[in-house]
């Protein structure tokens, strides 16, 4: 067994004893062990919706150093997301490998598209946004998330079909208004993805599918860099669903920690400058940060640092089913260690340490 000694959870001072991946032991102890000096220890960050970083983008199926690259920055899982691309591509991406020795946990993949409305396609690609078809979750069976438009023909009826299958069911690049929205989420659907960005916003006369998944208690993804959600709209989606339903994502891209210039997403040109990243059209194309950086950004906006954290783990756990995102006694041994600016000093997933 391993222990690690003296580290701050939620400001309680204690030391961990973990094994063969899970938890063994919180509390006080007299055990010898790894001492971190009062240093801060939170859940491992779950992201459930990225599409790569540090110059390699997920359709092009190599993860190994993303695995890395997430463990190293405070994701202890992930889920590498594919783009609106032709079915072989995204066959191609959800069947790479993804056991490595080292890095983080990948589940599994989530399928952003190609079932999209294009007049929300966002930084999609609208050459390959197709109709429903079923069969490309059967011949993805590492898919866990999809996303998808509620409006499309036959939604009610995939959305029942993929719950079946057991993936969680997302509404994005969407124009549903809300009584569309609220027959997806009675058939199934559970999340909403980068709320406010690509659906129609709240209006009192026609308050939409964020309304929705709020009367209807789904869950509700948040970029929360600073660029892709005003810090007041922040605060006010986490008072309206809670942080028991936000979940915080990185929606990184190939260009998430490289230098300013052009990169490539789902096969669009992107341009980043001054850390934002667009579409030669103008629209945002995913971010250039971590979920360690959407969570900083989360407390700096005013969310309490229990409940950002919250929104980066045990939510996100609760909504995949997995067993993570707590630190107690059976969950596993996947944490950040960060100072009290919540730079990180080291990370674990399943016990094995970034560094």
Not at 89 to 103: E, P, Y
Not at 212 to 226: C, E, K, N
Request: hydrophobic share 40%; charged share 20%.
């Amino acid at each position: 067994m391993q222990y690690i000694k003296n580290v701050s959870l939620f400001g309680e001072l204690t030391d961990i004893g973990f094994e063969n991946g899970k938890i063994t032991h919180v509390g006080k102890c007299a055990e010898a062990g790894r001492d971190f000096g009062g240093a801060k220890i939170f859940p491992g960050l779950i992201d459930v919706h990225s599409h790569g970083a540090i110059g390699i983008d997920t359709m092009y199926a190599d993860f190994e150093r993303l695995a890395r690259f997430y463990l190293e920055n405070g994701t202890t899982t992930w889920y590498p997301t594919t783009m609106t691309m032709p079915f072989g591509d995204i066959m191609k991406s959800a069947g790479a490998k993804t056991v490595f020795n080292g890095g983080a946990n990948i589940p599994g993949f989530h399928l952003e598209g190609p079932f999209i409305n294009v007049k929300y396609k966002g930084a999609q690609n609208p050459s390959y946004v197709h109709d429903l078809d079923f069969s490309l979750l059967e011949a993805c069976p590492t898919a866990k998330l999809i996303t998808i438009a509620p409006e499309l023909e036959g939604a009610e009826e995939f959305i029942k079909k993929a719950k079946a299958a057991g993936v969680v069911v997302c509404l994005g690049h969407t124009d549903a208004d809300y009584d569309t929205a609220m027959k997806a989420f009675a058939a199934g659907a559970d999340c909403l993805t980068h709320t406010y960005n690509a659906m129609p916003g709240i209006h009192h006369r026609n308050p939409g599918p964020i309304a929705a998944g709020a009367d209807a208690g789904a869950y509700a993804q948040l970029i929360s860099d600073g660029k892709h959600v005003h810090p007041s709209a922040v605060r006010l989606l986490v008072k309206l669903y809670g942080p028991d339903k936000v979940v915080l994502i990185s929606d990184s891209v190939e260009a998430a920690k490289m230098p300013d210039g052009e990169y490539k997403l789902g096969g669009l040109d992107v341009v980043v400058n001054e850390g934002t990243v667009r579409t030669r059209e103008g629209a945002l194309a995913g971010s250039s940060s971590t979920l360690l950086d959407c969570v900083r950004c989360a407390i700096s906006f005013g969310i309490p640092e229990e409940d950002a954290f919250k929104m980066a783990s045990e939510t996100p756990a609760r909504l995949m089913g997995l067993n993570k995102g707590k630190i107690e006694v059976g969950y596993d041994a996947d944490f950040i260690i960060t100072d009290e600016s919540y730079n990180l000093i080291t990370a674990a997933a399943m016990g094995n340490f970034c560094k």
